[in-house]
């Protein structure tokens, strides 16, 4: 099992929407958790991290975390075109990383 | 400029050839990762450095690879004998303990 999982998408969502993006994790004991979004032929660049179970806002962003489920969620209200990017789920201080979900946000 | 910085932007070589990148972190940020990356896929964890210790090193990481991060500051990463798989975007990362990171623009070595 992979440490990380994410749904690999593509994921198309109409401009105005809201976007759900979830990740799933195997190390129980894991603290940390962070959202990274990564624009085609960019290095990733941090959205938001979450330590305590419950949601986290952020402007239009949100981070839902269940760690008796083990899962993470970002969510990305009135989404626009400049959202379309790959969204990274990492997990523990050192980071492993899921595979990414492609969010495209048609106008 | 104050961020994570990368040297070459990108490298190409013959296979059997030495490549050497470096990275120079946020000079605040104790730790340091390598990470690689491949199309479509999430960064691939290589190994990470809390000052000039390297604390972890990936076990998918062959004897090919090494990293170094003499004094803390800078960090170096050679691969010998390059193969054609190591063909990637290799990415440089700092932070300080328990929070994101802040990465480099990396380094795209094509191996041909």
């Known amino acids: 099992q992979k440490e990380v999982e994410q749904n690999s998408g593509p994921l198309s969502v109409p401009e105005g929407a809201i976007a759900s993006l979830n990740c799933t994790y195997s190390?129980?004991?894991?603290?940390?958790f962070f959202w990274y979004r990564q624009y085609s032929g960019k290095s990733p660049e941090l959205i938001m991290f979450?330590?305590?179970?419950g949601d986290k806002e952020d402007g239009r962003f949100t981070a839902q975390l269940n760690k008796a489920s083990q899962y993470v969620s970002l969510l990305i209200r009135d989404s626009q075109p400049s959202d379309s990017a790959t969204y990274l789920c990492a997990v523990r201080a050192d980071m492993r990383f899921g595979a990414g979900t492609r969010l495209t946000v048609k106008p | 400029d104050t961020g994570v910085s990368q040297d070459p932007r990108h490298k190409i070589t013959k296979r059997g050839q030495n490549v050497t990148f470096r990275c120079d972190p946020i000079s605040e940020h104790n730790r340091l990762y390598w990470y690689r990356q491949t199309l479509g896929q999430g960064p691939e964890f290589l190994t990470y450095f809390q000052n000039e210790a390297q604390l972890e090193k990936s076990r998918l990481l062959s004897d090919r690879f090494s990293a170094e991060r003499p004094k803390g500051s800078f960090s170096t990463l050679e691969i010998q004998r390059t193969e054609q798989g190591d063909s990637a975007m290799y990415l440089c990362?700092?932070?300080?303990?328990?929070?994101?990171?802040?990465f480099g623009s990396g380094t795209r070595l094509t191996v041909v």
């Open positions: 990362a700092s932070s300080v303990q328990g929070a994101g990171y802040t």
């Open positions: 190390d129980r004991g894991s603290q940390s």
């Open positions: 979450i330590y305590s179970n």
